[in-house]
């Protein structure tokens, strides 16, 4: 487990109202980059994350203006209007009507009916920063796209992580074998570490067993902020490459 955040970078796709996992990623982090030069991903994290309706995980989506192929992440731009975004309130409010937490997640439905934000980046950027504030993380946030760094991918994050003075790279274990396979990180002066998020079942409204790898949203209607804070820190596993 990593107990000194000091010069521990984590780089990530700002992702749509993303897990726990994702938030324990920042919380271990200095420095958190959002990789938003990244190509977009038609049906990923992107745009789209899990709750429940009626009891049962279901997807909630962000619609989104018809992009070229492989269009970068921070020119996609929502779908216009806001039919979506009061549908959307409407699903989460009405599913999580009795959740005991309702209260604390009423600040994300203010974001998400917000017609300024017409970015996807810009909006999950805005809902991750505001989430992580209301967590008390106080990780250090930057954007990928503000150096304007065209390398290969493990090149790439080398050189962002440099950018920060950082010696230790956090990243989620799943992208161990591609890291690996490049071989940039691993020959670097650059720690590698990865991360593997265990989440832990609590109580859920409305669901007779519990159903994992849900949006932050629905940890915090059921936990509140204070506990969802403690739950966040829980079930770290890291190993690290010196």
């Known amino acids: 487990m990593i107990t000194d955040r000091s010069g521990t970078c984590a780089i990530m796709q700002p992702s749509f109202l993303p897990w726990a996992g994702y938030f324990n990623l920042i919380a ?42 492989h269009s970068a992440l921070d020119s996609i731009q929502l779908k216009s209007g806001n039919q979506w975004r009061e549908k959307m309130t409407r699903t989460l409010l009405h599913n999580y009507a009795r959740a005991p937490f309702l209260n604390e997640v009423k600040f994300i439905l203010d974001t998400l009916n917000d017609s300024a934000y017409l ?8 809902l991750i920063k505001q989430i992580s504030e209301e967590l008390s993380l106080d990780t250090k946030f930057s954007e990928s796209r503000q150096l304007n760094i065209n390398l290969p991918r493990s090149k790439k994050l080398e050189a962002l992580i440099l950018d920060k003075d950082c010696i230790r790279y956090l990243s989620p274990v799943g992208a161990k074998e591609y890291l690996i396979e490049d071989g940039v990180l691993p020959n670097s002066s650059i720690n590698l570490a990865f991360q593997e998020y265990i989440p832990q079942p609590y109580t859920q409204y409305n669901s007779q067993e519990f159903v994992s790898h849900l949006s932050i949203f629905d940890v ?12 966040v820190l829980n079930g770290i596993e890291t190993s690290v490459k010196i």
């Open 28 to 69: 271990l982090s200095e420095h958190f980059i959002f990789l938003t030069d990244a190509e977009f991903s038609k049906g990923s994290w992107h745009n789209r994350n899990q709750v429940l309706i009626e009891g049962k995980k279901a997807w909630i989506t962000c619609p989104i203006e018809r992009a070229g192929m």
């Open 119 to 126: 970015s996807l980046a810009e909006l999950n950027i805005r």
């Open 220 to 231: 915090i209607a059921n936990l509140g902020m204070h506990e969802t804070s403690e739950y």
